[in-house]
């Protein structure tokens, strides 16, 4: 089979819960203390992947992590009891929004000719922070082929990564080389830029790109101070195509000219601020969209039923749909349980472009496989989860027994 781009999303843990953990994540501020539904979310999550495969597209997947992290919680001294944020990031389920656990370079775009992933440290947030050594340990089960990928370790924690989610790729096809655009923070008002320009340079030199190929792009600070605490909640690229918002980036001219130096095919789609605020924006997770091609030939965009249904944002893309231009179709998806956390379909989803032949298949999702993966959560996952739960012995043995089911069901127990 030839190179194609694989998404893989994170299936949804059996802790899914609302504590309000990330500042500067206006949905996860927003429904902080709300009754969560861990069992619907992974349906949900479940069904997104489903909707994906029933376009023809290669689907994977990645499997939550180990929840409460024992591990987390002895390396701080506590046992759970100390302080509820504490107790809550080890339950944290944050792992399902893998557009965060990695930087991923193709194949194509790297100095040895293998595809590079890196994991992010996501060192801004706590209960984030916690997720790369089992992200590792998970990507070189699934990347595990040799003469195929390289997978790095976290950079270090002075410099703030957060994976795929302020990468951009943009190339004339998945399988020619890319212009890699790292999208940074300086700041962000009363939020922090989570992603530093270091970060981004490390990744970079890791994955031995060329930087007549690279690009260094600051975020707009101002979409940060609005709640974009990730570019990929202002801008999405695939292939020729870059679909932004007017306001995500500091230096917009500047950073159109740029890509269009170094990729002359590209065609850039600029919502403008006067359509679709920023606020709006946000709100919508219009641009947590996958911009997916298919294979027809032809440029979807996967939003998030929020979306669909704000009357601007329709507005404007019954416009753009009307207009011809390369984006031909917009898909809704159910992802309601992640979105009040501020994890939309981009956020669920890790782009690697590669031969599928080359991932370790208990990593590939088929229809067999998707119903397997349902009847685990449907019988497993807890069907509701509230904020004085989270600590709760009872729930702990839940969850943790949830997680080996799925495991056991995938053959994976070597990540217990
Ligand atoms: O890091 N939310 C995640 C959402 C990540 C979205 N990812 C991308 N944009 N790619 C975050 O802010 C909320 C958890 C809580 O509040 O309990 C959370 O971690």
Redesign the pocket.
Known sequence: MAVVEINFDGIIGPSH??????L??LA?ASH?GDVAYPRAAALQGLAKMRHNLALGLAQGFLLPLPRPNARFLSAIGADGSENPRLT?AAW?A?SM?T??AATVSPAADTADGRCHLTAAN?VT?P??SQEWPDTVRQLRAAFANAEHFAVHDAVPPCFGD?G??NHMRMCAGHASPGLEIFVYGTTGGAFPARQHVEAGRAVARLHGLDPARTLFVEQNPDAIAAGA??N??VAVANERVLFTHELAFADPAGTYAAIRERLPEAEIVVVPADAVSLADAIKSYLF?AQLLSLPSGEMALVIPTEAWEHVRVRAWLDAMLASNGPIRRVLPVDVRQSMA????P??LRLRVVTDPATVDPRFLLDAAKASLIEAVITEHWPESIAPAQIGSPELAQTVIAARRALLEALDLTELA
Do not use: I, P, Q, T
């Open positions: 819960n609302y504590a309000g953990l990330s500067g994540n996860s902080a809550a944290s944050s929004w557009a965060n996501l947030m209960h984030r957060e795929a989610a605490f990730h990929d909640v947590n956390n501020g994890g939309g981009a956020c």
